[in-house]
């Protein structure tokens, strides 16, 4: 006979399986900063171990040639968030640490399509699209727009990056910690204060610089950009991945019982790389392992918190970078001498800044155990662009003519369903290239060829660069001057798209 109680967990998980199959899945998009394809262990790499992304890829799918927009943080970002090319909009490359909202008010954004689905949105993280209105923000009265006027209901964001002053946090619409006895001024051109800066006074650094970032000193390491003021505020380096990883998981604790979308963009593993104490010297990488560390301590706190509340079922996580890896980016941390073998590019060529394929093809996880089946890799052509209208897709929100109008629906894509490759891809560096099945093309260019500080083939060429990427994943043999009326198809396709307005 069925005991009371073996009938009672029956009907409970009959309950709470109709009521997960109905509610909506929340969605957490974890941005990466600067991580390589060739930076943890499930996409490879022999060097480091990363047990807790490894375990969402074992759980979800690992997608192996999926790729951020743009080469560099910026405009990826913008277009994520956008559904729109970056390139198609003036403005839109590195943004100074003082520039205004990046982003136009009238812009459907990713985040006001999921509130209007009924979800409730925050921002933790690195935002770098610029804040306030035209002429830039003032720091010490209202910061806006920003997050909270493109669709986000609550921000808690480092305003540009950690190597950018103005180094304090922003949340909602104000600096944390301010002072009204301590007024806050940035400059991107002339000095502002007399505080010491990275090129006066090396002697104060704790870390040396070895390309610009030689202003203002915050926490012993020099900035690109002045600030004074502000002291109270001033973030310091080793603690940011666990305040982002707080407010993040905060966020998702006071939002478990509603549809929550969560952009958390971590500060790491951009420079400057300073790991809190707790993983100092324990990838035996130097620093840029250490921040990998970091970063993948950061992901298992959010995996943790969704269990505590059971709500790993139903979340949708997407884990991905802005951007190809780098590893000298500015500041002589050591990170080139320990490197030790490691190759955050994997098999591909180039990195960030670069339009050769490992400045975009970058990690891209997607874990939603309600929905996905577990353990899948996809080799299928995939751009982040396409966030917004699959993510739509999964709201049944209408997109109008004009809103996203980059981003296809690859829902079923995401989700496991389907293998079709996106018709084609446009990377975006300096230029741009576009993949079409196994052809990629890259339009001719008069960029430089190479960086020779951060040590990047940036791509960049007068003629036109044609690769079959199904025999040659590391674009060593440019093929254009053979197959003239296959570069002649790419770059009228690439026009066209080009053309769209
Ligand atoms: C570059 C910086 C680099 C980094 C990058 C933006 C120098 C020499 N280099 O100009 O350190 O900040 O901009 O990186 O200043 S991103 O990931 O935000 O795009
Ligand atoms: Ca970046």
Not at 454 to 467: C, F, M, S, V
Request: glycine share 10%.
């Amino acid at each position: 006979m069925l005991s009371i109680k073996k009938f009672c967990v029956g009907l409970c998980f009959i309950s709470t399986t109709i009521v997960s199959a109905q509610q909506k899945p929340n969605i957490i998009y974890i941005y990466a900063d600067d991580l390589g394809y060739g930076d943890l262990s499930c996409y490879g790499a022999t060097k480091i171990k990363t047990p807790n992304i490894d375990k969402l890829a074992a759980q979800g799918i690992r997608f192996t040639n999926a790729h951020a927009t743009s080469a560099t943080c910026t405009p990826s970002r913008f277009s994520l968030l956008t559904g729109k090319y970056a390139w198609r909009k003036t403005g839109t490359g590195v943004a100074p640490g003082d520039a205004a909202l990046i982003i136009p008010l009238d812009q459907k954004t990713m985040p006001q399509m999921l509130q209007q689905a009924g979800y409730q949105t925050g921002a933790v993280g690195k935002w770098h699209l610029g804040l306030g209105p035209k002429g830039g923000p003032d720091w010490n009265g209202e910061i806006k727009p920003g997050p909270l006027e493109i669709g986000f209901n609550y921000s808690f964001i480092i305003p540009a990056t950690g190597d950018r002053v103005p180094c304090v946090f922003v949340e909602n619409h104000r600096v944390v910690g301010w002072d009204p006895n301590d007024s806050i001024f940035v400059s991107y051109g002339k000095p502002v204060g007399n505080e010491p800066t990275g090129k006066q006074n090396p002697e104060l650094l704790k870390m040396k610089t070895s390309q610009g970032h030689d202003n203002t000193i915050v926490n012993g390491i020099s900035r690109i950009g002045y600030m004074r003021g502000g002291k109270l505020a001033r973030w310091t380096d080793e603690d940011i991945a666990d305040v982002l990883t707080a407010k993040a998981t905060d966020y998702i604790k006071q939002n478990k019982s509603k549809p929550f979308f969560l952009y958390f963009s971590t500060h790491d593993i951009h420079v400057p790389r300073a790991p809190n104490q707790r993983f100092v010297g324990k990838s035996r990488l130097g620093v840029r392992g250490d921040v990998i560390l970091q970063l993948d301590w950061t992901v298992g706190q959010v995996m943790k918190t969704l269990d505590s509340l059971h709500l790993t079922n139903n979340t949708l996580i997407i884990f991905s970078s802005d951007n190809g890896p780098v590893v000298d980016d500015g500041y002589a941390d050591g990170a080139v001498e320990n490197l030790n073998g490691h190759t955050p590019s994997g098999i591909f060529r180039g990195g960030k800044y670069s339009i050769f394929e490992a400045g975009t093809r970058v990690p891209f996880l997607v874990k939603w155990p309600a929905k996905i089946k577990a353990g899948k890799s996809s080799d299928v052509l995939a751009s982040q662009v396409d966030v917004f209208a699959s993510l739509a897709a999964l709201c049944k929100q209408n997109l109008k003519e004009g809103e996203a109008p980059d981003s296809f629906n690859q829902l079923s894509v995401l989700l496991g369903q389907s293998n079709k490759d996106r018709e084609y891809l446009i990377e975006h560096a300096g230029t741009l290239s576009i993949t079409k099945g196994k052809w990629k093309y890259i339009e001719p260019s008069d960029g430089a060829a190479y960086n020779k500080f951060t040590a990047t083939e940036l791509g960049n060429d007068k003629e036109p660069q044609l690769y079959d990427l199904s025999v040659d994943k590391g674009e060593k043999k440019n093929l254009a001057s053979q197959y003239p009326e296959i570069v002649k198809e790419m770059a009228g396709l690439l026009q066209k798209i080009k053309d769209i307005k």
